[in-house]
């Protein structure tokens, strides 16, 4: 009779209390996620953001940074209404831990390169939040494994192994190309003046480095999306071969700029901007939307060796990531500053 009684008191646990389970992140942390179904994600960070919100946008609970008014349009209008977080990490401000606690997340998910004190900056937010936490690392070359990991955490198993199949699958069909082709000496400038550089051995730099011999060398290198600042000294120096520009940098006007004009690219018009819609195909922040970066890139560099249509690359992306269906139209306006046939 007591051992039933004992059997009854722990089946009334279990109910009550709800069904737990634990998350082995990247750091090798064991997180107890106190409910064995996440149904409210928050982030922290915008590298986090496109991840989750590709696999599971109803389950986000804020964005880490706002939906600029040109990028609304990309975004399902349901969405747009979240509240905005903060980051953890970055130069657009800490976490508004006042927000995160009223949105009452199960889980806040960090996605991304793995900070020194990565560790120990998870276990701080726990603590302070009572919160699970966990980090997931991803790299240029593993968003397929990082997807599969964040499918295993939100319970989206299927969803992530599609995600994660379209990472591999392109990854691996890049890598064939540049396996094949003398890689072309590129910089990438950035800055109202155009002479910052995403230098060689940045996190930053890991599209650049992959597809291209990043000729940017510097003491320092830094990690930072504002890049490492240089001056046109160093630049005719180097002497690259192409020249590719962030949105919103000096893109029109080195074309007329004797300067500028002194660096061959520029003479040659090999110099590029690179698409932005609703984000920096080429990183910043450094993300899964990389993954546009890498085959605009080779239609850029190595078109001989390319045997896809952009196209159908760049609107499958956008389907699957930002739930979106991209028009030839749209394409063609987010591409727009290119002088080749893509």
């Known amino acids: 009779m007591k051992k039933a009684f004992?059997?009854?008191?722990?089946?009334?646990?279990?109910?009550?209390?709800?069904?737990?389970?634990?998350?082995?992140?990247?750091?090798?942390r064991t997180v107890d996620l106190k409910t064995d179904k996440i149904e409210r994600v928050a982030i922290s960070g915008p590298l986090a953001q496109m991840m989750v919100f590709a696999i599971a946008p109803e389950k986000l609970v804020g964005f880490s940074i706002a939906i600029g008014q040109d990028e609304e349009q990309f975004f399902p209008e349901k969405y747009l209404n979240l509240p905005?977080?903060?980051?953890?990490?970055?130069?657009?401000?800490?976490?508004?831990?006042?927000?995160l606690l009223a949105a009452k997340p199960d889980v806040i998910v960090d996605l991304g390169e793995p900070k020194g004190t990565i560790k120990e900056d998870m276990q701080a937010?726990?603590?302070?939040?009572?919160?699970?936490?966990?980090?997931?690392?991803c790299y240029l070359n593993n968003y397929g494994e990082a997807f599969e990991k964040l499918g295993e955490l939100l319970g989206d198993e299927d969803r992530a192994?599609?995600?994660s199949d379209y990472c591999s699958n392109?990854?691996?069909?890049?890598?064939?190309?540049?396996?094949?082709?003398?890689?072309?000496?590129?910089?990438?400038?950035?800055?109202?003046?155009?002479?910052?550089?995403?230098?060689n051995k940045s996190?930053?730099?890991?599209?650049?480095?992959?597809?291209?011999?990043?000729?940017?060398?510097?003491d320092n290198p830094t990690s930072k999306g504002t890049g490492n600042e240089i001056d046109m000294e160093q630049l005719l120096i180097w002497q690259p071969d192409v020249?590719?520009?962030?949105?919103?940098?000096v893109y029109s006007k080195v074309g007329s700029n004797y300067l500028w004009k002194a660096i061959k690219a520029v003479r040659n018009k090999n110099y590029y901007e690179v698409p932005m819609g609703p984000y920096n195909w080429m990183g910043f922040p450094p993300s899964v939307q990389r993954y546009l970066g890498m085959f605009w890139l080779a239609k850029i560099l190595y078109p001989e060796d390319c045997d896809f249509n952009l196209y159908t690359k760049v609107k499958q992306y956008f389907a699957l990531f930002y739930h979106y269906d991209l028009t030839q139209a749209k394409f063609e306006e987010l591409v727009g500053n290119e002088n080749t046939n893509l």
């Open 243 to 249: 020249i590719f520009f962030a949105p919103g940098s």
């Open 203 to 218: 996190y930053q730099a890991e599209l650049i480095n992959f597809m291209t011999n990043n000729i940017a060398t510097v």
């Open 84 to 99: 905005v977080l903060g980051q953890l990490y970055g130069t657009h401000g800490e976490l508004n831990l006042e927000s």
């Open 170 to 199: 392109s990854y691996s069909q890049v890598s064939n190309i540049v396996s094949k082709v003398d890689k072309k000496r590129c910089v990438y400038l950035l800055g109202d003046k155009g002479l910052n550089v995403i230098a």
């Open 6 to 28: 004992l059997i009854i008191v722990l089946i009334m646990v279990v109910v009550f209390s709800g069904f737990s389970r634990t998350f082995v992140d990247s750091t090798g």
């Open 161 to 163: 192994a599609i995600l």
């Open 125 to 137: 937010i726990q603590d302070q939040t009572k919160i699970p936490t966990v980090h997931i690392s």
